[in-house]
């Protein structure tokens, strides 16, 4: 039996599923009992945090600072003094790009000050017309790939100026040219540390996952107390958040150059710093680029997180319209998002791949072209915005600036339509909405609230000892004994539900859709592109059509989270199907197999590794939707984090809730990785 | 391709017992050993041998060829003198200067000024176009956009890839893309030029054309080369003087027409058994003395020319065939008994 038992491991798992029932049968609900609860035991964690933040903020290490306006040295906290700077530098570049595109005053009064100013109301930066602004954007298209981004890129702005979203895109915009800078500078420099150091890679890498993982909530509050409210906070939140997608890729592409090209390099005669700019990182591009577009895409998703601790700009009303479900409204600041996402994508990404012509014999006016074509645009641009000022007389000068919320809406057409869909479906939609809220839901909520403590500590370290050994169960117990010892086990469990039930339903959905598309080039092709689009989306964009359909309630957050999450589980299904080798194929062909014996017999054992690790993408996009679910309203750890959002005491909170969602992720990120890797092994594939 | 061999001459490079062990301890290890490194005994520790006690010299306009099968240590041994890695103990001089003890200011130097090498991947940038990639080693070294530029277009004349300036390495074919290694290596004008089995990725046909691709230029540039390879009828075709490694060690270092009448070791005589010895050895070593009384044909050979090449000319001859040497001046004679005996005759000998 025994023996039996060690070499059969479903037989162990069907033993550990059988204990884990009994443990939840006869272990009694009762409070104070440890087999049930765990005691709070870090309860004073989140407050040992505040008065370390506290400390460091306002007593550790005081220096004399030099105040003008009371002409005298204070005693200053060196670290306030730290990020105060940094705050008024990022501030200062935010504004300036602000002030060119719609005018202002803030960046002469950086360098005059507020009475000068004041006194001389002719010196402010007067903001291009958004004529310029989108003419210029299309010479820039033009001139990096060509007519196709031109047109693009204009249909793009032209759509922003049209639906009157002109000033809060400009406000997103300015907001994301500093911070998806700053944050791909940073990548790349950490990235390149990291390669050239072991030492520098492995102190790197778990911070990596753990940064990763914690949801972004969690960053805004320390970002709130260091940093104070406002753009600069959006945006700082916003580099902590999209850099390590960079540093990540920034590394893998280093790594992937082969030695020999670095050899060739080194014979060229080049010096440190020629090799990495000239060699190495041209040739890793296509993976810093990568990178590159994960951070303008993150810099986007954070666009609506951001606002929550004062960046102005699209975010900001596309959660007013969220809150006060105009839906039309918000499905246009979303369009605008996704438009400004992908036109940012395609140019820097066309940047990356710009060639130089030796050849070519220019003229003069050859040579400026662009810069010619620009200062026409800005000529005739001005000169339209006169004209336009004469012409509009009274109100607004719809050739000038286009005021926000002024232009053409289509909102009264999507809220008929959601109208229209409350009263012809509002019986089915309601319906459905109230049985699965009853009989799936809160049962499946009630029955992991149910679970005894221990009988989870099982489950989850049994499954990690059989598939990972003792090691594996370690690092899964102490995950969740983390958890466990907070007060919020059972929130933490209420996020549990939600994202297990997702992940159960997007895994099927995305395998049977990815086995479906894999079997054909073209299908397949159409699959991966959807997968593409779709993950340009920011996350919260699933939320808008959602809560047309079913309000506010756990349907909305789990089927967005749904949508969201089926993206990776169905790509990593058909590129690894399609990736079986072709001649794995044919020898089954000769061995007579059927198309369902060749899927059963051969792709599916031989991709089911790299499905895994789809599956576990899949978990991460869960987590993380769970948690912006929370801006619809669930009762999960999500809810917490931005409750202690507008605490004064939240640090604490936030950031050891933070760690509770992602210790969430890494636990199961443990337990499918180390599987599919000895799978993958097993199976000789890397 | 004469042989420049002439000890007068200063040597270009010199390796003076250059090892390098690879592992943790391989300095430590090599200093307990006392010069006596038993590989089996360093693998026990941890270490890998690489390169084992390697000592000699390239002279200028020389063509010494590493041969050995992979593991041998041979492109270690490149490395080691290229210092792509430094060697663990020894001397090598570069026209007379140790490299080893160059901080990396003076070994860039020595790189752009004096060095070029081509890789078996042929490791172009794949961001660069043909052109791009050719002017690389000149934009390095700070030469104007323009004059590398044009530099780059002649080294593309000289490799015969006029027209495919402006494409990108993924466009071409391995033997161009080989070419583009090749002109990029030239670039600077280097005295030395290295290569890490160049023609080892290219299918056989092409590999051969680029073999006399390669030899047409050594032709005209005459530089001091030291060219790796485990193909050993390539070494045979192209080398002044071969190095066979084995397990980090040189085997033999010779001729390649030594190498095959006089293998030093069993190792050595394994690779030489199955060579048509036609095909090494020279008229120089089958012809006789001048005899001013006997009739010689017309047709003349140089002394440095390789059997098979002109063994039918000889054999079609009815009379013995004059040999001269570079100046023209009559050497000796050839019989077409003498080819006939090393066509034909050496078998038995040989299967004996």
């Known amino acids: 039996m025994i023996e039996l038992l060690r070499e059969r491991k479903y037989l162990q798992f069907l033993l550990l599923i059988v204990v884990f029932l009994l443990m939840c049968m006869f272990i009694p609900a009762t409070d104070g009992s440890w087999l049930w609860r765990l005691p709070p035991l870090f309860k004073q964690l989140p407050i040992a945090i505040n008065n370390g933040v506290d400390y460091l903020m306002f007593d550790w290490w005081l220096v004399d600072v030099y105040d003008p306006d009371i002409e005298e040295y204070e005693k200053k906290p060196v670290m306030r003094q730290i990020t105060r700077s940094i705050s008024g530098f990022v501030l200062f570049l935010i504004e300036l790009v602000r002030e060119i595109m719609l005018g202002g005053v803030k960046t002469i009064v950086t360098f005059t000050g507020w009475d000068w100013a004041t006194e001389n109301q002719w010196a402010r930066l007067p903001g291009l017309p958004w004529t310029v602004v989108a003419g210029g954007a299309m010479i820039l298209g033009y001139r990096l790939s060509g007519i196709g981004l031109a047109l693009f890129t204009g249909f793009a702005f032209g759509y922003i100026a049209v639906f009157g979203q002109w000033e809060p895109s400009m406000q997103t915009l300015s907001f994301v040219l500093i911070a998806a800078p700053i944050a791909i500078l940073l990548g790349l420099m950490l990235g390149v540390w990291a390669f050239r150091s072991k030492t520098v890679e492995t102190v790197m890498n778990p911070l990596l996952n753990i940064a990763q993982i914690v949801p972004h909530f969690s960053y805004l509050i320390p970002v709130m107390v260091f940093f104070g409210i406002g753009d600069h906070a959006g945006a700082i939140a916003t580099i902590i958040f999209a850099t390590p997608p960079m540093v990540r890729l920034t590394i893998l592409g280093l790594k992937k150059v082969s030695p020999e090209v670095t050899e060739a390099g080194k014979m060229s005669g080049c010096t440190e710093w020629q090799l990495l700019r000239t060699v190495l990182i041209p040739t890793a591009r296509r993976d810093i680029l990568l990178g590159v577009n994960q951070v303008i895409m993150q810099c986007l998703a954070m666009v609506v997180i951001a606002s929550l601790i004062g960046a102005k700009g699209l975010g900001n009303d596309l959660l007013i319209a969220l809150n006060r479900l105009r839906i039309g409204l918000a499905l246009e600041i979303g369009v605008c998002i996704v438009l400004i996402a992908i036109v940012l994508d395609r140019l820097s990404l066309a940047w990356a791949n710009k060639q130089t012509d030796y050849f070519a014999d220019q003229s003069f006016k050859e040579r400026y072209k662009y810069s010619i074509w620009f200062s026409i645009v800005v000529a005739v641009g001005i000169a339209v915005a006169w004209v336009g000022s004469l012409f509009f007389k009274e109100g607004f000068n719809y050739l000038n600036i286009i005021p926000h919320n002024k232009g053409i809406t289509t909102e009264p057409f999507w809220q008929a339509g959601v109208d229209w869909l409350w009263d012809t479906f509002f019986y089915t939609l309601k319906g459905f909405n109230e049985w699965f809220i009853v009989d799936v839901l809160i049962p499946v909520k009630n029955a992991y609230l149910g679970m005894p403590v221990i009988a989870t500590f099982t489950l989850a370290m049994g499954i990690g000892y059989i598939v990972g050994g003792i090691r594996s169960a370690l690092i899964v117990g102490m995950y969740l004994l983390f958890i466990a010892l907070t007060e919020w086990w059972d929130r933490a469990l209420i996020t549990a539900y939600l994202m297990s039930m997702a992940v159960l339903i997007s895994g099927f959905i995305g395998i049977v859709l990815g086995t479906l598309c894999a079997q054909h080039p073209t299908s397949t092709r159409i699959l991966l592109t959807w997968c593409d689009t779709f993950q340009t989306f920011p996350s919260f964009i699933y939320l808008i059509p959602v809560m047309m359909l079913f309000g506010v309630t756990d349907t909305s957050v789990l089927i967005a989270i749904v949508v969201y999450a089926t993206i990776p589980a169905a790509r990593y299904t058909v590129v690894g199907l399609r990736s079986v080798p072709e001649s794995l194929h044919d020898a089954g062909s000769m061995a007579g197999v059927n198309r369902v014996q060749r899927f059963l017999s051969i792709e599916l054992p031989l991709s089911f590794p790299h499905i895994a690790l789809g599956i576990n993408q899949t978990v991460v996009f869960a987590l993380s939707m769970v948690i912006i679910g929370a801006l619809i309203g669930t009762d999960d750890l999500g809810q917490l984090i931005l409750g202690s959002l507008s605490d004064r005491q939240g640090v604490g909170n936030g950031l050891v809730l933070g760690f509770c969602v992602a210790f969430i992720g890494l636990a199961i990120d443990q337990i499918l990785r180390t599987w599919a890797n000895q799978r993958k092994a097993a199976l000789g594939l890397e | ?352």
């Open chain 2, 1 to 352: 391709m004469s042989a420049t061999e002439s000890n007068s001459a200063e040597p270009v490079i010199r390796c003076d017992g250059v090892y390098k062990i690879f592992g943790d301890n391989a300095k430590k290890m090599m200093q307990e050993s006392n010069g006596m490194v038993d590989a089996a005994k360093f693998q026990e520790a941890g270490c890998i041998v690489g390169v084992n006690n390697a000592s000699f010299e390239v002279y200028p306009g020389e063509l010494l060829i590493i041969m050995g099968l992979s593991g041998s240590g041979k492109s270690t041994l490149l490395r080691c003198i290229s210092r792509l890695t430094k060697a663990t103990a020894g001397k090598i001089y570069i026209e007379g200067e140790d490299i080893l003890s160059m901080n990396n200011k003076q070994l860039i130097q020595l790189r752009r000024s004096k060095m070029g090498m081509v890789f078996q991947s042929f490791a172009l940038l794949p961001h660069k176009t043909v052109l791009e990639n050719i002017a690389f080693p000149l934009q390095v070294k700070g030469v104007s956009t323009k004059e590398s530029i044009k530099r780059a277009s002649d080294m593309i004349e000289l490799v015969s890839l006029s027209g495919r300036e402006n494409y990108f390495p993924r466009e071409l074919s391995g033997g161009q893309q080989q070419r583009v290694g090749i002109a990029r290596s030239l670039a600077i004008e280097p005295d030395i030029w290295f290569l890490d089995e160049p023609f080892s990725a290219l299918d056989p046909l092409i590999r051969k054309e680029m073999q006399d691709e390669f030899l047409r230029l050594q032709g005209v540039l005459s530089k001091t080369i030291l060219f790796v390879t485990h193909d050993f009828d390539e070494a045979l075709r192209l080398a002044d003087r071969i190095a066979i490694m084995k397990d980090g060690i040189i085997e033999q270092l010779d001729t390649p027409a030594n190498i095959v009448l006089n293998p030093a070791t069993e190792y050595v005589r394994k690779f030489t058994e199955e060579v048509p010895r036609e095909k090494v050895l020279k008229i120089e070593s089958v012809m006789d003395a001048v005899d001013p009384s006997a009739a010689v044909a017309e047709q003349q050979v140089s002394k440095d020319a390789i059997i098979e090449t002109v063994a039918e000319m000889i054999l079609n001859s009815d009379k013995p065939v004059a040999v001269i040497d570079d100046a023209g001046k009559v050497v000796g004679a050839v019989h077409a008994s003498k080819v006939i005996n090393v066509l034909f005759g050496g078998r038995t000998e040989q299967a004996s």
